[in-house]
């Protein structure tokens, strides 16, 4: 059988924990704070950053170094995989993509394939995990390569922010627009576009109820059953909306699998405390 590594970034919402788990290199991006420079789910753990929000503190997120791609990419070069799978986010929101390429180029490997999964959040953990149980199944690059193109066709990821606060620092919300929509209790659901290029606005409403209406019904447009479909629900900081939204896709949905994980540092960064990403994942007729 073929020695395949298959690596993702830690924007795909995948711990520690189940990167080990399931036998998967997860590279770390890189978390800005007061100056300093922290390795995600290594020198700062999730728990930490909801912290430092709590605290009104503003940190961002970057891609990872490219010195540690690139050391990265000699040990792999030591191990003689026969391929080695990497998995982004989108390479139109984070650098990522092209730090591996140039990490690649530079150590002079020739077997690693590298995919944008015009992604973010759990639809790239997905994909990981999946390509990581087929290379164990003894599945070739081409046929991982194609189940990756298949959920990339297939998935599709919802923002909700808990407030405007982190949209306006970010400078995506102007100050007077946050004021405004905190004023009038409005809430905003945001969308990762269909080409994976940009988070934009889906929708405004003022109550969950409707909300949660919004979600439901795109979902339902796009064919989501329990059949082909898997949803995940992540949260930073807020147990209560995610849990009220797994009920809610169980009873919309019924039969169909619905995971809970928490929220990863670039979207919390994004979104700010207490906001909630919703997304569906294509399983494949009779499954990939």
Known sequence: MNKYLIVTDTTSAMSLDIANEYGIELISLSVLLDGQEYKDQQDISTEELYQYLKDDQTPSTSQPNTGYLIEKMEQWQKENYDAIIIITCSSDLSGTNNGFHLARDTVGLENVYIYDSRQVGAPVMDMAITAK???????????????????????????HPDNFKQLSRSGRLSPMAARMGTMLKIKALLCLDEKGQSVDKYGMCRTEAKMGKMIVDKFKEDGVNSDEYKIYICHADNA??????????????????????????VLTCHGGLGCVSYHYTYKGKGNL
């Open 133 to 159: 149980k087929m290379a164990d199944e003894g599945h070739d690059v081409d046929s991982i390569m194609k189940m990756l193109e298949e959920k990339t066709a297939h998935s599709f990821s919802f923002l």
């Open 240 to 265: 209560k909306r995610a849990t009220a939204a797994k009920l809610l896709f169980h009873t919309m949905f019924p039969g169909i699998e619905v995971e809970t994980h928490l929220l990863p540092a």
